[in-house]
């Protein structure tokens, strides 16, 4: 896929509202995603994750024009990449996975004042406690939460990240390797709505990693 196919997309499809573009091969460079998401202002989601770009492909500065242009994008899938903020002020939905995440983007996130039900970090690194908690504080109505791969999750951080969680119906704490079976009682105490809990690689609930509704609804 090049810059030339994205401005075709862009003439087809003047009413498309989602575009994934996730696991490919492509040369797409900033100039591509500019034009595409300069003519179609009606982006709702988009998924770049999983590509595997030319040395000479899309920045993180046409990343940014994206956000900037699509005022009405509600849900953003990245991975591999580094963006500084986010421009929508829809966004409902913000996945990013195997990335540094600066400090600078987590702020412009808390500052957005976004209608955030989802949040994943899925295996990303660079980021510090104060940041996340701070985010989470921001967005207590979270639905579903996945922070993947994180060192410094212990179960005293788990347990002061709590209480701005209570909301989130679905959270996945896999890989998060210092959490232990006292946070997985913390977790189920702190929130009477949560129904799905992955901790795949942690040593917490060894021998069933995932917890789904039906186990919920059988706890005594």
Not at 128 to 156: D, H, K, N, P, W
Request: glycine share 6%.
């Amino acid at each position: 896929m090049r810059d030339a196919d994205m401005v075709i997309i862009a003439d087809s499809f003047p009413l498309l509202e989602e575009l994934d573009i996730s696991g490919l091969w492509y040369a797409v460079t900033d100039k591509g995603v500019d034009a595409l998401s300069s003519i179609l202002g009606s982006f709702r989601k988009i998924n770049l994750s999983g590509n595997y770009c030319t040395s000479s492909g899309m920045t993180s500065n046409g990343i940014s024009t994206v956000l900037r242009n699509s005022k009405s994008l509600n849900s953003l899938v990245l991975s591999g990449k580094q963006i500084n903020s986010v421009g929508s002020r829809a966004l409902s939905t913000l996945v990013f996975g195997t990335m540094k995440i600066l400090d600078k983007l987590l702020d412009s996130i808390v500052r957005a004042g976004l209608p955030l039900k989802t949040l994943k970090l899925i295996n990303c690194s660079n980021y510090i406690f104060a940041g996340i908690s701070s985010l989470l504080q921001r967005y207590q109505s979270l639905e579903c939460l996945a922070l993947t791969s994180v060192e410094f999750l212990t179960v005293e951080s788990m347990k002061n990240l709590c209480q701005f969680i209570v909301e989130a119906t679905s959270r996945n704490l896999s890989l998060c390797r210092e959490l232990s079976t006292s946070t997985f009682l913390m977790l189920v105490e702190s929130c009477s709505l949560l129904r799905n809990l992955c901790t795949r690689g942690t040593s917490l609930g060894r021998g069933r990693v995932c917890f789904e509704e039906e186990l919920w609804n059988n706890l005594p």
